[in-house]
């Protein structure tokens, strides 16, 4: 009798259905991060140097520093386009994809200047793939998952059987405890052990957990209501936000927040004490970059607001609402 390869019997595990991975076929990297997916799209393109924004979250940079990739940078102008941005043949161009509301015309636009581009797609998991482009995508912004990222482009697959299997289940108890206690408390220290395991982590295959509710997620609702949720919140806060989110947003963009700049400082702060927690962006910024740049005002300013499938109008609401209260109060409006 030919012995089976899997387990038969004993306790019952989590179960999740299967068959709804939102990218599958040829030329598909399945890995544990994105900072890594965009490490292994430039070992792909065949380039050591890799030239990042400075507008982009530092666990990039240190993860290609770590595994000796030559790093230059680049500013963005007030309609987030590049600026001085002269890559030589041999080096990458990482674009990013801000906020997922960037669309495929927009992003393709960009690619399509530089011979070597990567899409940091990390703030926009639904963004088609661009041809002729290694295109990153991060999952754990969008879906309930400890870690996970894919790459979609040519050779995409190189490389990977090199990588070791990763292992997620033993530090994700923090999506089970977010459930019972909500977001503080051990939830928030299960989920800094997962964010210190990640951050100590080399470049990996894409752990069976992550997989499997990957594999299982129900892609269309997380879609349909993010796009509803920008809908309404851009309605609310049209009239205050310093920038135009709408600029390069089409259908085809499902955003991962709505991005709210005013220029006022303590109204994070005030979100979190009123239990509405929204991060504080890349606060490293405001030393690194000159005060008059777009990067130094967008990550004094920025209030990254949550729009994804568990809220709806109700939520978005009460945030706009205490919004407005803080603007009352400093005299703003």
């Not at 990567?118 to 309930?144: E, H, W």
Request: proline content about 3%; hydrophobic content about 35%.
């Amino acid at each position: 009798m030919e012995m089976l390869k899997k387990e038969i019997g004993s306790f019952l595990e989590l179960s999740f259905s299967s068959g709804n991975e939102y990218y599958t076929g040829a030329g598909i990297a399945r890995l544990n991060t994105g900072r890594a997916g965009i490490y292994h799209s430039a070992k792909v393109l065949g380039c050591n140097t890799v030239y990042l924004p400075l507008y982009q979250c530092d666990t990039v940079r240190n993860f290609l520093l770590r595994k000796g990739m030559k790093i230059k940078y680049y500013s963005i102008d007030w309609e987030f386009n590049p600026e001085d941005l002269k890559p030589k043949e041999d080096e990458a161009v990482v674009l990013v994809n801000y906020y997922g509301i960037m669309s495929s015309e927009r992003m393709g636009s960009l690619a399509s200047r530089y011979q070597k581009a990567i899409l940091d797609n990390s703030q926009a998991f639904f963004a088609t793939p661009i041809p002729g482009a290694m295109n990153v995508y991060s999952a754990r912004k969008f879906i309930g998952t400890p870690d996970g990222a894919y790459v979609i482009g040519e050779n995409a697959e190189c490389f990977v059987e090199e990588y070791e299997q990763d292992y997620s289940s033993d530090t994700s108890l923090f999506l089970l405890l977010r459930i019972e206690y909500g977001c503080e408390g051990k939830a928030y220290e299960a989920r800094r052990l997962n964010e210190d395991r990640i951050d100590q982590s080399d470049i990996r295959r894409m752990s069976k957990l992550t997989h499997t509710i990957l594999d299982g997620t129900n892609y269309e609702v997380v879609k349909g209501k993010r796009r509803d949720n920008f809908a309404i919140a851009h309605g609310l806060f049209t009239g205050c936000n310093r920038i135009n989110p709408m600029k390069y947003y089409r259908e085809d963009c499902v955003p991962m927040v709505y991005p709210l700049v005013i220029e006022e400082e303590g109204i994070l702060e005030s979100l979190i004490q009123h239990k509405i927690f929204q991060g504080h962006w890349w606060n490293y910024l405001k030393k690194e970059t000159a005060p008059a740049s777009m990067e130094n005002w967008l990550s004094s300013y920025l209030i990254p607001i949550t729009i994804d499938q568990r809220y709806g109008e109700q939520e978005i609401i009460a945030m706009n609402t205490l919004i407005n209260e803080e603007q009352h109060n400093a005299g703003m409006i």
